[in-house]
């Protein structure tokens, strides 16, 4: 029910996007989470809101990018097996 739309999103972006785009949409996000953790120390903002974005953004973007190289690894293991 609420996992559909994210699921149908999910599957959009891995039918739509080449290996590549998906790549730099990782490094995109762990840039801005990078912007994130550059500002903080400058905000008058809790330390702690900047810094559970900052952690959210780069580790999400590092899986981002984990998974892609896998999925590109193995697309490529198939079609030089087959």
Known sequence: MI???????????SNC????WQKRLGVLSLLVGLAFAIYFPFSGEPVGIYLMSF?????????????????ENADDSEESGS
Not at 3 to 13: H, N, Q, T
Not at 55 to 71: C, S, Y
Request: negative net charge; without cysteine; proline residues 3%.
């Open 3 to 13: 996992w559909r739309p994210i699921d149908s999103m999910a599957e959009w972006i």
């Open 55 to 71: 952690l959210a953004l780069v580790f999400g973007a590092a899986g981002l990018i984990a998974a892609v190289e896998a999925a």
């Open 17 to 20: 996007l080449t290996y590549q």
